[in-house]
């Protein structure tokens, strides 16, 4: 192998680039296909994303309807039901945010309300950011205790 015959890898080098703006007999001289004047014709033009020539942007024709809640918070549902099945499954006397994670059953951020759904047959002390009131009725017939986590 010698300096004369080295090629680039096959697939490096992508399809040529045509040459543009080489004089008026290469079809693509002049103007190098870009038009007469206009912005699109000057170097250092982009455009913005979502412009449509200066018809109204689909964004702007589309209706504005609804409000998001910035402050809204997202509680992830535990029913009494799941509850117990935990407890049947890894053994436990206490429901915590901190052990849900562990489980991998949060997510990092996620906030956990507990609902009255299913039936509960364990004593349990549950530690969560809330709880409804008739599941928290459930848990202290029980003999468990509620603690509610700041979020």
């Known amino acids: 192998m010698e300096l004369h015959n080295l090629t680039p890898a096959k697939g490096a080098i992508g399809r040529k680039k045509k040459r543009l703006g080489r004089g008026q007999g290469s079809t693509d001289g002049g103007t190098a296909s870009r038009g007469h004047k206009g912005a699109q014709s000057r170097s250092g033009y982009s455009q913005k994303a979502g412009f449509e020539g200066g018809q109204m942007p689909l964004q702007r024709?589309?209706?504005?309807?609804?409000?998001?809640?910035?402050?809204?918070?997202?509680?992830?549902?535990?029913n009494l039901g799941k509850v117990q099945e935990l407890i049947d499954k890894y053994g436990l006397t206490e429901i915590t945010v901190d052990g849900l994670r562990e489980k991998g059953l949060l997510g990092k951020r996620d906030l956990v309300k507990i609902?009255?759904?299913?039936?509960?047959?364990?004593?349990?002390?549950?530690?969560?950011?809330?709880?409804?009131?008739?599941?928290k009725a459930k848990i202290e017939g029980l003999g468990g205790s509620v603690t509610i986590v700041k979020k």
């Open 61 to 78: 024709r589309m209706p504005k309807i609804g409000f998001t809640n910035f402050s809204r918070l997202e509680y992830t549902a535990l």
């Open 115 to 135: 609902l009255s759904t299913g039936e509960l047959k364990t004593k349990v002390n549950v530690s969560v950011h809330g709880i409804s009131e008739s599941a």
